[in-house]
């Protein structure tokens, strides 16, 4: 995490993401017990927060259960030091510093809140939007996202978890308005290889309605939404009721093998995971079991891997790129990325074959003013 910015105004312990990281590898507080070797009283102190994460502690979670040594450490530090700053604020300065922490002028200028000039007139918009009263409400509220979050944030791609959860409840704000059908797993599954067809048209005003009518029938709310500052994410899944999913897009490299190879990946997380976890495609370099599933599962749904085995010995040529486009049915865009990917193919090469998009042709939902 990158602890020269972020002072956010709650306060985490570290044992807050070690349980949902357990929560989301179906592991008891027992199991973890058994791979750390401690006791059930230790263990418990170490989920409550009442022990502190040494250097040896760190690294016993790196091996244990994932992130790297230097992330638990200053997971422990960042914890200790809001615990001693929270303690010597009042609820405006608390306020205050919450609402530094927000992508506050993208959430202006992209309608997500209006405009307001005074600091209180900015904390009211922004409590409204998140649908909270206070900010303690807003943490009780997003504990576990935030655990989730800070969790994936790394040193290489920093993300910031405000910026991160108000993209997240855009998202949430904008699926409300989807009209969606109890989730259908197998009628999803179905829908998959009806939706690669969509990979073939060129303008994301005519296939974005489509994969959202698509989705909505089988109980997946489809939101494209710009991800604001501090955030990095292309992608993100979790479900927002026990019937209804949610698949939120960023759009974030305008191009369609980026694109349509992030939606299958959200896909397989539909597919094969947890319906309790949030799964969030940021580029960070914590990487988990389910993100490789999902990975392939992408993979395998545009290039089939019995189209893998038969691709040619030799380098690739357009020609070769664009038959293989034309028998699976999908764009020459995704089949250069895959190629790419595959490292069949230079990461500089063909790039001129992938389709690329404009905001003007994206951004087709705003917040309505309130």
């Not at 929560?23 to 009283?41: C, H, I, N, P």
């Not at 349509?260 to 990487?287: N, P, Q, R």
Request: net charge positive.
């Amino acid at each position: 995490m990158d602890e020269r910015s972020f002072q956010p105004d709650w306060m985490s312990a570290p044992g807050a993401t070690i349980a949902d990281i357990l929560k989301r590898r179906k592991l008891s507080a027992e199991r973890f017990a058994e791979l750390t070797g401690y006791s059930q009283e230790q263990t418990d102190r170490l989920l409550n927060g009442r022990t502190a994460i040494t250097v040896d502690v760190a690294k016993l979670l790196a091996r244990t259960i994932g992130g790297s040594a230097s992330f638990w450490i200053s997971r422990e530090q960042q914890f200790r030091e809001d615990v001693a700053r929270l303690q010597s604020l009042g609820r405006r300065d608390a306020a205050n510093i919450w609402l530094s922490e927000l992508p506050v002028k993208d959430m202006i200028k992209l309608g997500w809140v209006n405009s307001e000039t005074t600091i209180e007139g900015k904390i009211a918009v922004c409590l409204r939007f998140f649908g909270v009263l206070d900010v303690n409400a807003w943490r009780a509220k997003y504990h576990d996202l935030l655990s989730a979050v800070s969790f994936r944030t790394s040193p290489t791609y920093p993300s910031e978890p405000g910026a991160v959860l108000a993209w997240l409840r855009y998202g949430e704000i904008k699926a409300e308005e989807i009209e969606c059908k109890d989730w259908n797993a197998e009628k999803f599954s179905r829908e998959l290889s009806t939706i690669r067809k969509l990979t073939r048209v060129k303008d994301p005003r005519s296939f974005v309605p489509e994969l959202r009518k698509i989705c909505a029938d089988c109980g997946v709310a489809v939101v494209i939404a710009r991800a604001p500052t501090g955030c990095r994410a292309s992608g993100a899944t979790r479900f927002i009721s026990p019937k209804t999913a949610l698949v939120l897009l960023s759009f974030r490299y305008l191009s369609d093998d980026q694109f349509w190879f992030t939606f299958y990946h959200e896909a397989g997380h539909l597919m094969l995971h947890s319906h309790k976890a949030l799964f969030l495609e940021d580029g960070s370099d914590v990487t988990l079991r389910e993100e490789n599933e999902a990975n392939r599962f992408a993979e395998n749904i545009l290039v089939p891997q019995d189209a893998r085995s038969r691709l040619p010995k030799g380098p690739m040529t357009m020609t070769d790129i664009m038959r293989l486009a034309i028998n699976l049915g999908i764009s020459r865009g995704i089949v250069v990325g895959q190629l790419q990917h595959m490292k069949r193919i230079e990461a500089k090469k063909f790039n001129w074959m992938k389709r690329r998009y404009r905001w003007d042709q994206i951004e087709e939902f705003k917040l309505p003013a309130k």
